[in-house]
């Protein structure tokens, strides 16, 4: 009986110390999960790209590389998916004169490694890319971004001045492409133990990959929260992204089916309508910003004579390639600029497509049995063929000859090409960033070799004008000049139109074609 008593009174302590210890575990477990975000799961996109070519935020001029920087490193201020610049790292600007910008640093704000994001490393990361010889030697691919900023000075720990040779009108646009890098982690693991292992202090750090085959980021559950101008504010939902190379399209609609992606781009017109009847996908569009066109070698004759060119223009029906080949998403653009920018000449028309006037400027300019090739890459040899269609309704012999971008570049820049189709982002939405490049005496995208001295000058002139009004007046000269030159025929722009999974809540294509992942969440379908 006594030894019944005693086993009976240690099995009563035994569960007393099960239960009390079941409590402390459990009440242990909830204040470790207290402040912590859900693990919101991993997400995979597929960026159109064999490789993208860096991580290393001043050195790269390519799109798919700059939405994986972007969701590893903040800069100053950021867009939103539809266009408008807000603060981010910074919290506040002026420009104290035309030529002086002022802006205030967030405080609170760390890389991945717990370092704290002082005025020190913006400074830092604009020598990089506005001095000559900045990045290691080199002068950063990035700098002509960045117009006539010469000289970033620190005032304190959080704030910083941007110091211009001449006033910059678009200069809030042009911080958006460029990302802040911690200056002491970079001073002491170097170049390569910073491309080996980036630190930034955007929304997800870097955990592994190769920039041919996938990134792997997981998020930074320390992030300060982004932009307040884009809520929610916070550390990501997501615990995992993943970013892979899959150049294919066919190979990521086939993924995105099978549920192994959750994100494509770039989904061909002839795909979209395909996807949208499939009840496991949604498919999203945005305008885009960039413009496609028909380049015309301006100092090879006889397309050195504005009346061939401009009969090129009535030769070419863009709306029926936009309309047939595009499937419709895009727009007919009635000069250089998208309809959307700022400055865009609203009064100008589209060329009217008209064979008989394109014949009639032919016969005026003395062209006869004139032979022409139209140089493409191949993803456009389709829009190619059906111009040289209708170049030889005018009595023009026009044959195509598709070229990998490496290659035809290189011939374009030597001008022994007539024709070709290129096309040219826009993402300042502003005409500093496009008509600069593109149609300016000698610029790095000046493929036509186009060349008019009153045009450089209002360029030149409109670039420096602080005054909004008066530089969309600079602007609206210009284009009307360029526009009866026609340096090319005037082209159109495409929507950028992508793909999610069902359980993909809070992503939409961005103008820019950034995928944007600190708001995103997957959720049970």
């Given at each position: 009986?006594?030894?019944a008593?005693?086993?009976l009174?240690i099995?009563?302590?035994g569960i007393?110390?099960?239960?009390?210890?079941?409590?402390?575990?459990?009440?242990?477990e909830?204040?470790?999960?207290?402040?912590?975000?859900?693990?919101?799961?991993?997400?995979v996109?597929?960026?159109?790209?064999g490789?993208i070519?860096?991580?290393?935020?001043?050195?790269?001029?390519?799109?798919?590389?700059?939405?994986?920087?972007?969701?590893?490193?903040?800069?100053?201020?950021?867009?939103?998916?539809?266009?408008?610049?807000v603060?981010e790292?910074?919290e506040?600007?002026?420009?104290?004169?035309?030529?002086?910008?002022?802006?205030?640093?967030?405080?609170?704000v760390?890389?991945?490694n717990?370092d704290?994001?002082?005025?020190g490393?913006?400074?830092?990361?604009?020598d990089?890319?506005?001095k000559?010889?900045?990045?290691?030697?080199?002068?950063?691919?990035?700098?002509?971004?960045?117009?006539?900023?010469k000289e970033?000075?620190?005032?304190d720990?959080?704030?910083?001045r941007?110091i211009?040779?001449?006033?910059?009108?678009?200069?809030?646009?042009?911080?958006?492409h460029?990302?802040?890098?911690?200056?002491?982690y970079y001073?002491?693991?170097?170049?390569?133990?910073?491309?080996?292992?980036?630190v930034?202090?955007?929304?997800?750090?870097?955990v592994?990959?190769?920039?041919?085959?996938?990134?792997?980021l997981?998020r930074?559950?320390?992030?300060?929260?982004?932009?307040?101008?884009?809520?929610p504010?916070?550390?990501p939902?997501?615990?995992?992204?993943?970013f892979?190379?899959i150049p294919?399209?066919?190979?990521?609609?086939?993924?995105?089916?099978?549920?192994?992606v959750?994100i494509?781009?770039?989904?061909p017109?002839?795909?979209?309508?395909?996807?949208?009847?499939?009840?496991?996908?949604?498919?999203?569009e945005?305008?885009?910003?960039r413009v496609?066109?028909?380049?015309i070698?301006?100092?090879?004759?006889?397309?050195?004579?504005?009346?061939?060119?401009?009969?090129?223009?009535?030769a070419?029906?863009?709306d029926?390639?936009?309309?047939?080949i595009?499937r419709?998403y895009?727009t007919?653009?009635p000069?250089?600029m998208?309809?959307?920018?700022?400055g865009?000449?609203?009064?100008?028309?589209?060329?009217?497509?008209?064979?008989?006037?394109a014949k009639?400027?032919?016969?005026?300019?003395?062209?006869k049995d004139?032979?022409?090739?139209?140089?493409?890459?191949?993803?456009r040899e389709?829009?190619?063929?059906?111009?040289?269609?209708?170049?030889k309704?005018?009595?023009?012999?026009?044959?195509?000859?598709p070229?990998?971008?490496g290659?035809?570049?290189a011939?374009?820049?030597?001008?022994?090409?007539?024709?070709?189709?290129?096309d040219w982002?826009?993402?300042?939405?502003?005409?500093?960033?496009?008509?600069?490049?593109?149609?300016?005496?000698?610029?790095?995208?000046?493929?036509?070799?186009?060349?008019?001295?009153?045009?450089?000058r209002?360029?030149?002139?409109?670039?420096r004008?602080t005054?909004?009004?008066k530089?969309?007046?600079?602007?609206y000269?210009a284009q009307?000049?360029?526009?009866?030159?026609?340096?090319?025929v005037?082209?159109y722009?495409?929507?950028?139109?992508?793909?999610?999974t069902?359980?993909v809540e809070?992503?939409?294509?961005?103008?820019?074609?950034?995928?944007n992942?600190h708001?995103?969440?997957?959720?049970?379908?």
């Amino acid at each position: 009986m006594k030894r019944a008593k005693v086993l009976l009174v240690i099995f009563l302590m035994g569960i007393l110390i099960l239960i009390s210890t079941g409590c402390g575990q459990k009440q242990e477990e909830a204040e470790g999960d207290m402040g912590k975000p859900d693990d919101g799961g991993t997400i995979v996109i597929a960026l159109n790209k064999g490789s993208i070519f860096t991580l290393d935020p001043a050195d790269y001029r390519d799109r798919e590389t700059e939405t994986v920087i972007r969701n590893i490193f903040d800069g100053l201020v950021t867009r939103t998916h539809d266009g408008k610049v807000v603060p981010e790292i910074a919290e506040s600007w002026e420009a104290i004169s035309p030529t002086v910008w002022e802006f205030k640093i967030r405080k609170g704000v760390t890389f991945h490694n717990g370092d704290p994001l002082t005025a020190g490393d913006v400074k830092f990361t604009f020598d990089r890319i506005v001095k000559e010889g900045g990045l290691e030697g080199r002068t950063s691919p990035r700098k002509g971004l960045m117009g006539p900023v010469k000289e970033i000075e620190k005032i304190d720990d959080y704030t910083v001045r941007f110091i211009l040779e001449n006033p910059f009108p678009v200069i809030l646009q042009a911080l958006v492409h460029q990302q802040i890098i911690p200056e002491k982690y970079y001073r002491e693991v170097g170049i390569e133990g910073f491309l080996k292992k980036p630190v930034g202090a955007g929304p997800f750090k870097f955990v592994s990959g190769k920039l041919d085959e996938q990134i792997v980021l997981e998020r930074y559950d320390g992030y300060y929260g982004g932009s307040p101008d884009i809520p929610p504010v916070g550390p990501p939902t997501l615990k995992r992204v993943i970013f892979r190379m899959i150049p294919e399209t066919s190979t990521a609609i086939a993924a995105l089916k099978k549920g192994e992606v959750h994100i494509i781009q770039m989904i061909p017109p002839d795909m979209i309508e395909e996807l949208k009847k499939d009840p496991d996908i949604q498919v999203k569009e945005a305008e885009g910003t960039r413009v496609y066109m028909l380049e015309i070698n301006n100092k090879m004759p006889p397309f050195n004579n504005p009346k061939v060119r401009q009969a090129l223009n009535h030769a070419v029906d863009m709306d029926q390639i936009v309309r047939e080949i595009y499937r419709g998403y895009g727009t007919r653009l009635p000069g250089p600029m998208l309809p959307y920018a700022f400055g865009a000449h609203q009064g100008l028309k589209p060329y009217e497509y008209n064979p008989e006037k394109a014949k009639k400027l032919l016969e005026e300019a003395g062209v006869k049995d004139l032979q022409v090739v139209i140089d493409t890459q191949p993803f456009r040899e389709e829009e190619a063929l059906a111009i040289a269609e209708m170049l030889k309704r005018v009595g023009i012999k026009a044959s195509v000859r598709p070229w990998e971008w490496g290659v035809l570049k290189a011939e374009i820049e030597k001008g022994t090409r007539q024709l070709y189709l290129t096309d040219w982002g826009n993402s300042y939405l502003d005409p500093f960033d496009f008509l600069n490049p593109k149609l300016k005496t000698n610029d790095r995208g000046n493929f036509s070799f186009y060349s008019n001295a009153e045009v450089d000058r209002l360029l030149d002139e409109a670039g420096r004008e602080t005054d909004p009004e008066k530089r969309k007046e600079l602007y609206y000269e210009a284009q009307e000049i360029i526009y009866n030159d026609a340096p090319w025929v005037f082209g159109y722009s495409l929507k950028t139109v992508e793909a999610a999974t069902k359980n993909v809540e809070n992503w939409w294509p961005s103008m820019d074609s950034r995928e944007n992942m600190h708001r995103v969440k997957l959720v049970d379908n």
